[in-house]
């Protein structure tokens, strides 16, 4: 089945970026839609930005819109999550998931593969 890696989760200063990969093995990425989501510390599971598996349909949680920009690149079979201006509340471990379906949503039930996640902290 298709499997995800995410990286590049680390400390980072407030108002810095980061740049997340989700890296698909197994099977091409572009057969999928793709999202993002982030858990803090006793908070639940939410949805941060999804991409549909043609790209020409992208939605962004109201809590990232306009600092967060998700992209995929077919050629590496990777999705990317570019982080501006963070905050310390944006300080989570980082999932990507998968769907077979066309379009994408930011809930949890929508995706069957998940990554293992990784770690950013936003914090001075």
């Known amino acids: 089945q298709l499997q995800l890696v995410e990286s590049g989760g680390e400390l980072v200063q407030p108002g810095g970026s980061l740049r997340l990969s989700c890296a698909a093995s197994?099977?091409?990425?572009?057969?999928?839609?793709v999202a993002w989501f982030r858990q803090a510390p006793g908070k639940e599971r939410e949805g941060v930005s999804c991409i549909s598996k043609t790209g020409g349909y992208i939605v962004y949680a109201a809590s990232v819109k306009g600092r967060f920009t998700i992209s995929g690149d077919n050629a590496k079979n990777t999705v990317y999550l570019q982080m501006n201006s963070l905050k310390p509340e944006d300080t989570a471990v980082y999932y990507c998931?998968?769907?077979?379906?066309?379009?994408?949503?930011?809930?949890?039930?929508?995706?069957?593969?998940w990554g293992q996640g990784s770690q950013v902290t936003v914090s001075s």
């Open positions: 197994r099977f091409p990425l572009a057969n999928y839609a």
């Open positions: 998931a998968a769907t077979l379906g066309t379009y994408c949503g930011l809930a949890r039930n929508e995706y069957a593969y």
